[in-house]
């Protein structure tokens, strides 16, 4: 007994964090695996010194048997790192965090899927922004952004679009973070100049040269996802919604968007789904996307808060039930904003089982009335806007007809 009890105090008897989610200096230790975590002797002591020997040999048995399940597991790995996440969090220790949210990214690469990529650079983000604001080691954000382009790489080939290579990556990386930075640089110049009470036309004139600068900075970057893509399939049209359709955005608000396409069918409606994807990507290395918008299951288990991206501009989250997923891939259940002219329409209205959207969709329709043309064909969207008024203009006849009735 005092044999083995030596052996635990010596610190070599290792158990993975699963079993005993108490470590420290983690990130000395390994900076590649999780199998090097070793427990805190004094927690494993206090626990082993209550055992007897044979339970204390069986638990020895059984750590050593579920370290070897775990390592082979793809799923507990995901689940160690979210209880290391968790321990982390509740004795704030920043460095930790980082680690293990860089760690949990890791695994999200290698499920290697569209969905499962977007996620890793949401938690690289993150990372990037805790390492910079709790110990700024250049050498560390070196690596992160070494990985945020490797995503872009492994998602560019899901997407099926064409390598631009890591320097062109990068570039864009800093390029497009400095150009809107400049351009919100340039609003609070304008707000500066503004008198202290701006008339109503003055700050009409503000927000509508927030919006043109808004359109002209999306454009910048679906320009630049569809020249990795390639030339699209068939005429389409993007249209903004919400308080970028209105003019009421804030450099840092979110996007609300659709895309219109002339035809709907497979090839078309695959492209324009590969088109938003890599979009996506562009948005979430801008760093202003916060985690619980990416719906990332391990954090949703442990009720994870994200309090330091800065909220700004991002793609309209999916975070929260009932509201969001207003941009082209929809909610992935009910609908989804790649449409034609006609379809995208229908949903002011009743879908195709006679159902008023409205009613399985409460802020959908809404959403939809008021839109503004972003890029592509004006005819579509011009298509677009006759469709709205033609169901709008059958809608009030009945309404008109069961006040009368």
Same mark, same amino acid.
């Given at each position: ?174 390029? /497009? *973070? ?6 919100? !640089?340039?609003?609070?110049? %304008?707000?500066?100049? &503004?008198? +202290? =009470? ?69 090839? /078309? *409606? ?6 938003? !994807?890599?979009?996506?990507? %562009?948005?979430?290395? &801008?760093? +202003? =996307? ?90 579509? =969207? ?24």
């Amino acid at each position: 007994m005092d044999k083995i009890m030596h052996q635990l105090s010596s610190g070599t008897f290792h158990i993975h964090p699963l079993i005993f989610p108490a470590f420290e200096n983690q990130e000395k230790q390994s900076k590649d695996s999780i199998r090097n975590t070793t427990v805190y002797a004094e927690i494993a002591l206090k626990i082993f010194k209550e055992l007897g020997l044979q339970d204390l040999c069986r638990t020895q048995l059984v750590c050593k048997e579920w370290k070897q399940l775990i390592e082979s597991s793809f799923l507990a790995k995901e689940k160690a790192y979210t209880l290391a996440l968790k321990h982390a969090i509740r004795k704030k220790d920043l460095i930790q965090e980082a680690f293990y949210i860089e760690k949990l990214g890791d695994v999200y690469v290698q499920k290697g899927t569209s969905e499962a990529f977007l996620q890793a650079a949401g938690l690289y983000n993150y990372a990037l922004h805790r390492h910079f604001l709790s110990h700024p080691l250049e050498g560390k954000q070196k690596v992160l952004k070494e990985k945020l382009s490797k995503i872009q790489d492994l998602l560019v080939r899901e997407c099926k679009g064409r390598s631009v290579g890591s320097a062109t990556i990068e570039d864009q990386f800093e390029s /497009n *973070r400095k150009t809107l930075k400049e351009f919100r !640089t340039e609003i609070e110049a %304008k707000i500066q100049e &503004l008198p +202290e =009470t701006p008339s109503s036309q003055e700050v009409m004139e503000l927000y509508h040269k927030i919006a043109q600068g808004i359109k002209t900075f999306f454009e910048h970057i679906v320009a630049q996802s569809l020249d990795t893509l390639g030339s699209p399939p068939c005429k389409y049209s993007m249209i903004g919604f919400g308080s970028l359709a209105r003019e009421e955005m804030t450099p840092y608000s979110d996007l609300e968007f659709g895309i219109l396409i002339q035809e709907d069918n497979p090839i /078309n *409606r695959d492209y324009f789904r590969r088109l938003t !994807t890599l979009l996506h990507l %562009k948005v979430i290395n &801008l760093g +202003e =996307t916060i985690l619980p918008a990416l719906n990332i299951p391990c954090l949703k288990a442990i009720n994870f808060f994200d309090d330091i991206t800065p909220r700004g501009f991002a793609f309209d989250g999916a975070g929260v039930e009932g509201k969001g997923c207003k941009t082209p891939l929809g909610n992935g259940k009910t609908f989804e904003l790649i449409q034609t002219p006609e379809k995208m329409a229908q949903y002011i209205s009743k879908d195709n089982e006679n159902q008023w959207w409205h009613e399985r969709e409460p802020h959908l329709p809404m959403e939809l009335l008021n839109f503004a043309h972003l890029q592509g064909s004006r005819e579509l =969207t011009e298509q677009y806007n006759e469709n709205v008024q033609k169901n709008l203009m059958l809608l009030a006849k009945k309404a008109l007809l069961c006040v009368s009735t």
